[in-house]
């Protein structure tokens, strides 16, 4: 195998994200995405490696015209699909299940698994089996690997990853705790260790990927032995709309009580819940104007969010025992200095602090935000989904030899 690049698609239910990436050396030669796919105003953005990204609008009837927009794009900036240089090409698909513990090679059994799953992820995996079919259509020849968002948790322990219920009921419906998020955990968790100076294997980090999803993770010497996500990406942490853990009786008061179907409880929980839920709005930038305007609906909000936030760092601090790092992640865990600040406040107990001038400073890079000394690290890493679904696949396609 020659080629020493990877393309990776992240195809989702409306939309195509994209990245070219140059193994040798990192370098993304070409990022880009397709959202509104089905729609008269679809959209298309593509930006080279040197800028100047170039955008159009128009109807792009499904999955199929979308990627073939994308190798048109690309091709214009002499990256086409058909070159040599092309090594493999990396999707993120959602759930794997339990079968999927690694990074596979697609062939059509892993392609029937895939859609097996589809009743456990029913929003996700259609659109992932689409874009890997498309994308075998367009260059048959070349390895197409699929990365589970599931894989790096299927390390955890049935007494984290089973629920308490009756087991042959659970087993018939393949109930139990999977957990997502999962690239972005092993990346944060193995970059975390990095900063720190130390081997994966030898530190424990509470990873908290906190984007409009989010979840918590406990990572004892690089593999996962929790994680709050569970059977779907609903349970855990309060969410941009998603409402985490609640007591699954609310469900069956709402059916009996509020008349409502699984469907509109669904729709509720999922969509009008969390943070939008809570005050209307599920962008952290916007809550925090609010909370600094006085408003006590935002301020509330804000509250439930952290609270909840604290009760996984208390509890995946007992399950790691010992805490060398807590590293905050993804949209708001990256940028927002109050809600990490709010987090740790108090947990002094637990050898947690920020130091209030670096938690301030913004910047790319993974950085420490705990006082100098402190027992535990605090962290703002960076998450890279998409070079941690590169690297796994060029790392599977260069392990299994010449599969070009
Ligand atoms: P993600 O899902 O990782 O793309 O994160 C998206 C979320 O990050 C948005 O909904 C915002 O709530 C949040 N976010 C992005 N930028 C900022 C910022 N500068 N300050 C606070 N929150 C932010």
Redesign the pocket.
């Known amino acids: 195998m020659n080629g020493t690049r990877v393309l990776v698609l992240n195809s989702g239910s409306s939309s195509v994200k994209y990245q070219l990436i140059d193994m040798h050396g990192g370098d993304r030669l070409a990022v880009g995405l397709v959202e509104r796919i089905g729609e008269e105003t679809s959209r298309l953005k593509h930006t080279p490696a040197g800028g100047g990204s170039r955008e159009w609008s128009g109807p792009v009837a499904d999955h199929d015209a979308a990627l073939k927009a994308v190798a048109a794009e690309l091709a214009g900036d002499g990256l086409g699909l058909d070159s040599p240089e092309l090594a493999a090409i990396g999707h993120r698909v959602v759930h794997g299940g339990r079968r999927f513990t690694e990074p596979t090679v697609v062939d059509d059994a892993v392609l029937a698994e895939i859609e097996r799953l589809i009743p456990v992820a029913p929003l996700h995996n259609p659109a992932n089996l689409t874009g890997i079919r498309t994308a075998q259509q367009l260059r048959p020849d070349l390895p197409q690997v699929a990365v589970f968002d599931t894989a790096f948790h299927t390390t955890m322990p049935e007494s984290a990853a089973r629920y308490a219920i009756d087991v042959e009921t659970a087993d018939a419906h393949r109930v139990r705790r999977y957990g997502f998020h999962g690239t972005s955990h092993a990346y944060v968790s193995r970059e975390t260790a990095r900063l720190l100076g130390r081997a994966p294997e030898d530190v424990n980090v509470i990873v908290l990927h906190?984007?409009?999803?989010a979840s918590a993770s406990a990572v004892r010497g690089g593999r996962c032995v929790d994680t709050s996500m569970g059977l779907t990406p609903l349970e855990g942490l309060v969410m941009?709309t998603r409402s985490g853990d609640m007591d699954p009786a609310v469900i069956f008061h709402l059916m009996r009580v509020g008349e409502m179907s699984a469907d509109e409880i669904d729709t509720l929980l999922n969509k009008r819940s969390g943070l939008i839920g809570l005050c209307g709005d599920?962008?952290?930038?916007e809550?925090?104007r609010r909370v600094d305007a006085g408003d006590e609906r935002a301020r509330l909000a804000f509250d439930i969010y952290i609270h909840r936030l604290k009760k996984y760092i208390g509890a995946y601090s007992a399950v790691l025992g010992r805490v060398d790092a807590v590293a905050f992640t993804?949209?708001?865990g990256e940028?927002?200095a109050p809600?990490r600040e709010a987090a740790v406040a108090g947990l002094e107990g637990f050898g947690l602090a920020v130091d209030g001038e670096l938690n301030a400073v913004r910047g790319d890079g993974a950085r420490l935000i705990s006082p100098a000394h402190a027992r535990v690290a605090v962290a703002v890493v960076p998450?890279d989904e998409e070079m941690e679904i590169a690297t796994q696949t060029y790392a599977l396609v260069n392990d299994s030899g010449n599969l070009t």
């Open positions: 906190l984007g409009n999803g941009g599920n962008d952290m930038r809550i925090r993804a949209g708001v940028n927002s809600v998450t």
